[in-house]
């Protein structure tokens, strides 16, 4: 089995370490870690180090030892982020978690015109909260040492300006009638950024599929089949992970 990953403010240099605190009691509690299993430690920004349970003192407290000298995972090339729009509920909890163990690098919440969900206040700072303690949860179990970063909620305005900057970006659209090629069949680059704009339940509105357009997006669609919000970002993701290679 592969070594559970616990985030550390700063990877050790070695050659022990004391891991306590909140990831101590969940490799201790919840994890049963014993001595001579191997753990990971990162910073969840691409640095980390390896080494084995050298003693567990207590509930909440291990000691790390035999750490070997600290790595740094390489900027994922392309780049790939995923606008979200906001959906119901906790699925975007759920999109947040599944693409980041997809693979994805980036997540931008996205306040699209049709969105029920509205993030406003201490609400919208709480839900912000959520959806990047997901990333981080996600980004442990799938045994990522880099993080997908969460942004701040974006505007329609705010999407269009990151898209115009992207090597790539497209819009997912799931109107057959609405001139759209499929994501499958377009070129895409091998280095540089792709941005991928996912809309809400209800759809892209015409105002903001004209916006991200004038921006240089493309219009894409998946399949024959209409994904939910929550899932439709994932599903893209893979596709692209495995199109530019970096699922190779």
């Known amino acids: 089995m592969t070594a559970p990953v616990f985030v550390v403010e700063q990877v050790p240099e070695g050659p022990e370490f004391v891991l306590e605190g909140p990831e101590g009691r969940h490799a201790v509690s919840v994890k049963r870690l014993r001595a001579g299993e191997a753990v990971v430690l990162t910073d969840g920004r691409g640095r980390w180090t390896e080494g084995v349970v050298g003693a567990v003192e207590g509930k909440d407290r291990l000691v790390v030892a035999g750490l070997v000298a600290v790595q740094e995972e390489a900027r994922p090339a392309p780049r790939i982020t995923v606008v979200q729009a906001l959906p ?21 919440p996205w306040q699209a015109s049709r969105c029920i969900t509205q993030w406003k206040g201490d609400r919208g700072l709480k839900s912000l909260a959520k959806w990047r303690n997901s990333a981080r949860e996600a980004g442990k179990q799938s045994r990522r040492t880099r993080f997908p970063e969460v942004a701040d909620t974006l505007t329609t305005t705010q999407v269009a300006a990151l898209l115009a900057t992207a ?33 809400p339940e209800g759809g892209v509105s015409p105002d903001e599929l004209a916006v991200f357009t004038a921006a240089g997006a493309r219009v894409c669609r998946l399949g024959a089949s209409v994904l939910r919000t929550s899932t439709a970002g994932t599903a893209a993701a893979a596709l692209l992970l495995g199109r530019t290679g970096r699922w190779a």
């Open 88 to 108: 119901k509920g906790d699925r975007g909890e759920v999109a947040v978690e599944t693409m980041t163990e997809t693979g994805v690098d980036a997540i931008v």
């Open 167 to 199: 090597d790539f970006a497209a819009v997912l659209h799931e109107d057959r009638d609405h001139d759209s090629e499929p994501l499958a069949a377009v070129q895409l680059p091998t280095q540089g950024e792709i941005v991928l704009v996912v809309g």
